[in-house]
């Protein structure tokens, strides 16, 4: 093969596959935005669980407060009895008593009713601390796989770039031009094999005379559709072509 044509499909191998590790780079960085949010659902489940807990207590003091104003009123209502002169003013005291009595009966059966509720909310607060616990241990651990892969792929992508300029400087300048603007203009797939008489990157049947200049792998030819550079790539028997891309 051409030295400059191997050259060209080492540089593709290189581009592809720093390509392949960039894409899994901007993956690693949406699955940690996921287990953010995530554990961001948790804590808000967490928050909203003691939310309800704490309206459901503050309704309960609310209510014990006025239990207490109606005791007081009882208070001064018995206290008033010895006062009373006349049996029309000692019915309307027993009114106001009942009254009050039925307004304390009524607060109190509201209180018993937030105490029952209490119980539920207080079980919902333990059940979102255990999600947010168990989640935050698995976001942790996810964290850490991710960590790891995102350090072994700025290496590789370190050593790929190495290799890609020492490929770079072995390439003849109009061919690497070619090279670039290929690469930019195709979606990153400037080089790509010829099986058969099939540029395997738009699948495009290629006329003989081209197919002939592209299997002696002697010069840079690109391919009559999709202009890629093209090279001869033997079919492997029994084993299926490798789809490049379009």
Request: hydrophobic residues 45%; neutral net charge.
């Amino acid at each position: 093969m051409l030295t400059s044509l191997a050259a060209l499909v080492a540089l593709q191998s290189i581009d592809s596959a720093a390509d392949a590790s960039r894409r899994r780079l901007a993956e690693l960085r949406k699955a940690e935005q996921a287990v953010d949010a995530t554990i961001a659902a948790a804590k808000g489940e967490v928050d909203a669980a003691k939310g309800r807990w704490q309206e459901g207590q503050t309704a309960r003091r609310a209510l014990e407060k006025d239990v207490a104003g109606v005791d007081a009123r009882l208070t001064r209502f018995d206290e008033h009895k010895a006062a009373v002169k006349t049996n029309q003013e000692y019915t309307a005291l027993l009114h106001e008593i009942a009254t009050a009595k039925g307004e304390k009966d009524r607060l109190e059966e509201q209180i018993l009713v937030l105490m029952e509720d209490a119980d539920s909310l207080a079980a919902d607060v333990k059940r979102a601390e255990a999600e947010l616990a168990r989640v935050s241990k698995e976001g942790d651990q996810t964290r850490a796989g991710l960590a790891a892969e995102r350090t072994a792929l700025e290496a590789e992508l370190a050593q790929l770039s190495a290799r890609r300029a020492e490929h770079r400087a072995t390439i003849e300048a109009r061919a690497l031009a070619t090279y670039d603007q290929l690469l930019k203009v195709r979606r990153g797939l400037a080089v790509a094999p010829m099986v058969g008489e099939i540029c395997m990157a738009c699948h495009v049947r290629l006329r003989p005379h081209f197919t002939q200049m592209i299997r002696r792998n002697e010069g840079i030819v690109q391919c009559e559709s999709c202009q890629r550079i093209l090279y001869f790539e033997p079919a492997t028997p029994g084993a299926p072509a490798t789809e490049a891309g379009r």
